[in-house]
C-alpha cells in the first residue's frame, strides 16, 4: 500500500486532514486516513444496485447451502445477540436489521421473543427468508427512504458487514440514526482493516471500504453516539476456512468474492460441513484463538456497540 502524498480533504471518518492518496486499484481510487485508519475505494460510478448481488454466483450459492438459519449466526451475531440480551431484558424491543439478507438474524431474534424485522434489496434473499424460515411479514425490500418516511422508530438497529459495501457511508449512517428510538442501540459489524489475511471478497467491486475501530468510533461520534462497547475477531477456523476456499475457486468465472466455485455439488457439501462443525470448532480452537490474538493477529471482522447513554456492556 504504497502512498502518493496527502491530499487537501478531511476523512469522513475522524475529519483528520491526514488523508493520504494511494495508486489507484483497477478504475478505482484509492486512499487512507494516517489518523484513524479508514480505507476507501472510489469512482465516478459507483452505483449499488440489487442485480448485482441477486444475479452474482457467490449470493445465490449462499442461499443452496443454507440449511438451517443457524447456519448463517457467525462471531459478530453471536456478540451482537449477547450484547442485546444482556441490555434489553425488555423482548419487545423493536428491532431492524439492514442488510438482513435471507432474515436468518431476525428469524434468531424473533424467536427470543423481539420485535424483529428486517430489510434488504436483494429480492432472491428475501423471498427465500419468507418461504424458508416464516418470515413473511417480518422481512421486505422496502428501501432506507421508505422507512425513513414511515416514521418508524426502532430501539436496535444492527448492520453486519454492509458499510463496506456503500459508496457513502457516512450519508447512510446519518440516515439510519434518524430510525433510533430514544435510548437506542446501534451495532455494526465489518470486516477488520487489519486482518492478518485478505480475502479477495475484500476489494473493489465487492467491498468499497476497510475500516478499524477507531475509524467506527468517529462515525459514532458524528452521529452524537457514545461507543459502548468494540471487539476484534481472531479466528483461525474462518481463515482456515477462507484461504482453503480459494483453491475451489475459478478464475475464468468471477464473483464479487473471488471467483465462482468450481464443482458447485462438492463444495456445498463441504460448506455445509463446515456450517455444522463450526460450534464445535471454535470451542476446541479457542487457546489458538486467544494466542493468536496475543500476538497481534486479527481475521475478519469487527464490532461496535452505540447509543446515547454511557452505560458500558462487559464480558460479552
Known amino acids: 500500500m504504497k502512498s502518493t502524498k496527502l491530499i487537501?480533504?478531511?476523512?469522513?471518518?475522524?475529519?483528520?486532514?491526514?488523508?493520504?492518496?494511494?495508486?489507484?486499484?483497477?478504475?478505482?481510487?484509492?486512499?487512507?486516513?494516517?489518523?484513524?485508519?479508514?480505507?476507501?475505494?472510489?469512482r465516478k460510478s459507483s452505483v449499488i444496485t440489487s442485480d448485482l448481488y441477486e444475479n452474482d454466483a457467490d449470493y445465490v450459492d449462499d442461499l443452496n447451502v443454507i440449511t438451517s438459519p443457524e447456519d448463517l449466526i457467525l462471531w459478530h451475531h453471536s456478540?451482537?445477540?449477547?450484547?442485546?440480551?444482556?441490555?434489553?431484558?425488555?423482548?419487545?424491543?423493536?428491532?431492524?436489521?439492514i442488510g438482513c439478507f435471507n432474515g436468518f438474524f431476525v428469524k434468531k431474534l424473533y424467536s427470543l421473543g423481539y420485535d424483529a424485522e428486517g430489510i434488504d434489496f436483494n429480492r432472491n434473499a428475501i423471498d427465500f427468508g419468507k418461504k424458508k424460515f416464516g418470515l413473511d411479514l417480518r422481512i421486505s425490500s422496502r428501501s432506507l427512504d421508505d422507512i425513513l418516511l414511515s416514521g418508524q422508530k426502532f430501539d436496535i438497529i444492527t448492520l453486519f458487514e454492509v458499510v463496506e459495501h456503500i459508496p457513502n457511508a457516512q450519508e447512510f449512517l446519518h440516515n439510519v440514526n434518524k430510525l433510533l428510538a430514544d435510548k437506542g442501540i446501534l451495532i455494526l459489524s465489518t470486516p477488520n482493516k487489519n486482518m492478518c489475511w485478505r480475502p479477495a471478497l475484500d476489494f473493489p467491486p465487492h467491498h468499497l471500504s476497510r475500516y478499524t475501530i477507531k475509524a467506527l468510533e468517529g462515525y459514532?461520534?458524528?452521529?452524537?453516539?457514545?461507543?459502548?462497547?468494540?471487539?476484534?475477531?481472531?479466528?483461525?477456523?474462518?481463515?482456515?476456512?477462507?484461504?482453503?476456499?480459494?483453491?475451489?475457486?475459478?478464475?475464468?468465472?468471477?464473483?464479487?468474492?473471488?471467483?465462482?466455485?468450481?464443482?458447485k455439488k462438492l463444495t456445498t457439501v463441504l460448506r455445509r460441513a463446515m456450517n455444522k462443525s463450526r460450534g464445535v470448532a471454535g470451542i476446541l480452537l479457542v487457546p489458538i484463538d486467544k494466542l493468536l490474538y496475543l500476538i497481534g493477529l486479527r481475521y475478519v471482522s469487527l464490532i461496535i456497540v452505540a447509543g446515547n447513554t454511557k452505560k458500558l456492556a462487559n464480558d460479552l
Do not use: W
Open 8 to 42: 487537501d480533504i478531511k476523512c469522513a471518518c475522524c475529519g483528520a486532514l491526514k488523508v493520504e492518496k494511494l495508486a489507484n486499484y483497477n478504475e478505482f481510487e484509492h486512499s487512507n486516513c494516517r489518523s484513524c485508519g479508514f480505507e476507501s475505494f472510489t
Open 220 to 263: 459514532v461520534s458524528q452521529l452524537g453516539l457514545n461507543t459502548l462497547y468494540t471487539a476484534e475477531q481472531m479466528s483461525f477456523f474462518d481463515l482456515s476456512r477462507h484461504y482453503m476456499g480459494t483453491f475451489f475457486r475459478s478464475k475464468k468465472n468471477p464473483s464479487f468474492r473471488g471467483g465462482e466455485f468450481k464443482n
Open 79 to 97: 456478540k451482537a445477540l449477547n450484547f442485546i440480551k444482556k441490555e434489553f431484558s425488555n423482548r419487545k424491543a423493536k428491532t431492524l436489521d
